[in-house]
């Protein structure tokens, strides 16, 4: 090498991702960046010198985790107020679909946003951004959703735009401008998909502020057609789509956003083997949301075995949102899939890195391999599965976002 590294990580377990080992684990392992990007990975015996001749900063961890910065693929975070008290009729026995044609759900919400100043948005949603980082999280997807109109929908994403300038942390952006019907098209259904697929997508596209595009496709959602309308413009405008899909019911969306080779399907309960089959043929990932699950009390598991026997990949996100998810570690919500889903440790990491990067159509992080981001997460833990065996707790010693330092 004729240039020294930024930085050198020595006697460490080194948890890649990749290769054929579990967790693609190295063990007495030394990881190093330069520029931003992974420059050695491996057995430190094989360092091509003294540690202290090859980088300006070595850090010897004694043994402790190295893994990929965590990836939470799935989050609604930038919204106004909450929604406490529909926990509170949930737990009385109201349905969530009771509680949306009720006049509460994602449209109370939404009258929240649409209140709220961007410097508000921002005040209330930097917290929950913080919490995420601090659990390890460097790359963090933010949906839109909560405005319905465009002026609340372009606060909204500006905002998590300026979550990633001003925190440090990763920002990809989605726009879900069919997420619920606003209470001015009551009657008026085919204005709003049309407002949405002609006016509102165009515009925040054109001003760099989508990254990707979802709808919620489920009957107090939107349907398969007015889906199709949507994945139709984003596909002209060359944005990739995802899907909230199969949650409540079945609505065969899973396969209708594998036709658009879209980047995930998400939630999936209720998904079908036929579903899964079109997943597996697109390459699409399963996104699996066990906060919702739980704060919903949910019963029906998402079909891991069929997913699994058809080599689906599966990621692992909080969705964090006010009213049926208010989950703030994606750690947490790897456990979660863990005792609820009974995915292995194994699965449910892969699941918030190598997986989760895939769901968001990121190749250069998950893993720990040379030539990818410095993205990286140093755990004052040894054993891999202890991330998600702890539940809760302070567990990270510190992160990076390209080699810069962020928690």
């Known amino acids: 090498m004729t240039q020294r590294w930024d930085t050198l990580l020595v006697n460490a377990r080194l948890a890649t991702f990749a290769g054929s080992e579990p967790y693609g684990l190295i063990e007495h392992g030394a990881l190093a960046w330069a520029g931003g990007r992974i420059a050695f990975c491996g057995p430190v015996g094989d360092l091509p010198g003294r540690p202290m001749e090859l980088a300006e900063h070595v850090l010897d961890l004694d043994g402790g985790l190295v893994t990929p910065g965590l990836i939470d693929c799935h989050t609604h975070l ?140 489920e009957g107090i959602g939107f349907d398969r057609e007015e889906t199709r309308r949507v994945f139709e413009r984003a596909h002209a405008l060359g944005l990739p789509v995802k899907l909230h899909a199969e949650q409540l019911s079945d609505m065969d969306g899973a396969a209708l956003v594998a036709e658009y080779g879209g ?78 889903f009974r995915m292995t440790p194994e699965e449910a990491l892969a699941g918030i890195t190598v997986h989760a990067a895939r769901a968001l159509g990121l190749s250069d992080r998950g893993t720990l391999e040379p030539g990818k981001r410095a993205d990286i997460a140093v755990w004052n833990v040894q054993d891999p599965a202890e991330l998600c065996y702890w539940i809760g707790g302070p567990l990270l010693r510190q992160s990076h976002v390209a080699g810069r330092r962020l928690a």
């Open 78 to 217: 930038v919204f106004a107020g909450n929604r406490a008290n529909e926990f509170d009729m949930r737990l009385k026995g109201a349905s969530y679909e009771a509680i949306a044609r009720a006049g509460g759900g994602i449209v109370s919400t939404v009258r929240a946003v649409r209140e709220a100043t961007e410097a508000r948005l921002f005040a209330q949603s930097a917290p929950r951004a913080r919490a995420l980082i601090a659990d390890g999280v460097t790359t963090v997807e933010i949906k839109s959703g909560y405005g319905l109109e465009l002026q609340a929908e372009r606060r909204m994403l500006r905002v998590a735009r300026e979550l990633g300038v001003q925190l440090g942390v990763c920002v990809r952006t989605t726009f879900i401008g069919l997420h619920a019907l606003p209470t001015e098209h009551k009657d008026d259904r085919p204005g709003y998909v049309d407002k949405v697929c002609d006016e509102m997508l165009p515009l925040l596209a054109a001003e760099g502020l989508v990254d990707a595009v979802d709808a919620f496709c």
């Open 263 to 340: 980047l995930s399907a998400d939630h999936l309960e209720h998904l079908s083997e036929s579903g899964v089959r079109a997943m597996a043929e697109a390459g699409t990932v399963a996104v699996l949301l066990p906060g919702a699950f739980y704060a919903l009390r949910e019963t029906k598991l998402p079909p891991l075995d069929a997913l699994r026997e058809h080599r689906v990949p599966i990621a692992i996100a909080t969705d964090l949102n006010p009213g049926t998810s208010p989950l703030l570690s994606l750690r947490m919500a790897a456990g979660m899939a863990c005792t609820l």
